[in-house]
């Protein structure tokens, strides 16, 4: 009807000019005030559409269906069968409206970062036959009344309009970040214009009905539920909360087999060994430690991924880039006896628990020992708590008995040894018994001290009775500058 319009408007205006051109007036003027009129109207039409949308497209919008399946997505069982029950609402359409089940409007997806939320999303999109349409928190967030509202409206009728461009019966709205615009209302300081907005998201939300012909679902992502305002999280809107967890080892495994796809893995790889030293990797850190390797093969000029590839990835991931420090000939001494300090007691604490120990510059560190579990691990004991803050304070013991002194370089391993022992108090494992989270900082700062000062003990006794294992170490590390766990092993066995 609009366009019918806009034709009959022209047809009638170029009649007109034609018909004062016959008679003898002079158009040219008339001519050129439309030409700037048409130019004026295409440059503000444009203007007006790429605002209209950037919400979306600068994320890119997606009017297909993402090529992601629940398959690709590695380890998140329980997440994904949650996920898939919820979606079934939408793909079991029918069923639902003959029995009267109010529509599922939202699933919130909730967890660490790289955790697989965005992959859950385009996967549920693929599994529900819907566009795709993603936008972050962020993109809401404007310093003018009223934007952040009219960009919730436009995303919602964006969804529709996409989806019925496609010839779909549903759509995904896939908002991550949803805390910075779903945060809870009257706490933002230009709040006004928050609050406006996430009231939009809300009407929206409630919007969305059993009766449209396109079946809407917003699905949220956030690492911080606890910010949602509560109007959000109510039934009829985000009431179905998936947790999406850092995977566990079987996790890791799948993962890491799903990024080595297409990538030639050398006979002496083993996943799952790279899957039991990555505790606490995310599945954006395991495809980072794949790609990573590859990118070393490469260097190296090498056909296939070796496990040294893996090994030096996983370092990289976890510590950063190799750096090009040059510490002087006294430092480079002095951290090959922190190393070795924390080498030695590492194996005395937990026996065939390094991986690897070096004095090679990588990130914040001029060396360093990793260490890598049997298992992933969720609960320790008092002792192994104990054990190690001792492996923490152990580069410092080198250094004071080789030196009679320490250095600034045990900096960050006191910072660590300092939240064990805070461990170690809140959970009601230090002497103090079971402590309110109140406790005053002077008791707590005394009794961080006297359990580090104790674990200090038994590390200089430790050392001073093994000296000769740490002289043969630190000598070894500074000509290698490198150790695999196996060989420290075989030195430390050696020097027994
Ligand atoms: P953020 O909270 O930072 O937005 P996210 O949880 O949405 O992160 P994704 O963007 O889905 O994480 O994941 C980033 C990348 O990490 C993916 O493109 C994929 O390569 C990899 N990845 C993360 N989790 C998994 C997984 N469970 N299986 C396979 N790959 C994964």
Redesign the pocket.
Known sequence: MKLALKEVLLGTALAILVFLAVRGFDITPLILIAAMVLVLKFTVDNRSQSSRFDVIERKGVSTTIPQVAFS?????DVAKREFKEALDFIRLDQEVRALGIRPLKGILLV?P???????MAKAAANYTNSVFIAASGSQFVEMYAGVGAKRVRQLFKKAYSEAEKAGKQAAIIFI?EIDVLGAKRGKNVSHMEYDQTLNELLTQIDGITVNQNIRLLVVG?T?RADLLDSALLRPGRFDRIVK?DL?DRRGRLQ?LK??AKGKPLADDVDLDKVAQSTFGF???HL?SIMNEAAIQALRCRRQQITNEDLREAVEKVMLGERLERTPTEQERIRIAYHEAGHAVISEKVNAGSVASVTIVSRGNALGYMRQHEEDDRYLYTKDELLGRIQVCMAGAMAEELVFGQRSTGSLGDIEQAEKIAKKVIYSGLSDLGVVSSELPTMTLSRTINQIIQEQECIVREYLAANINKLHILAEVLLEQEKLSGQELRGILHQSA
């Open positions: 690709d997505i590695g380890g998140q967890g970062p790289g955790t697989g939320k965005t992959l991550d992502a690492n999406v995977p993962i799903i990024h995310s599945g954006a495809e």
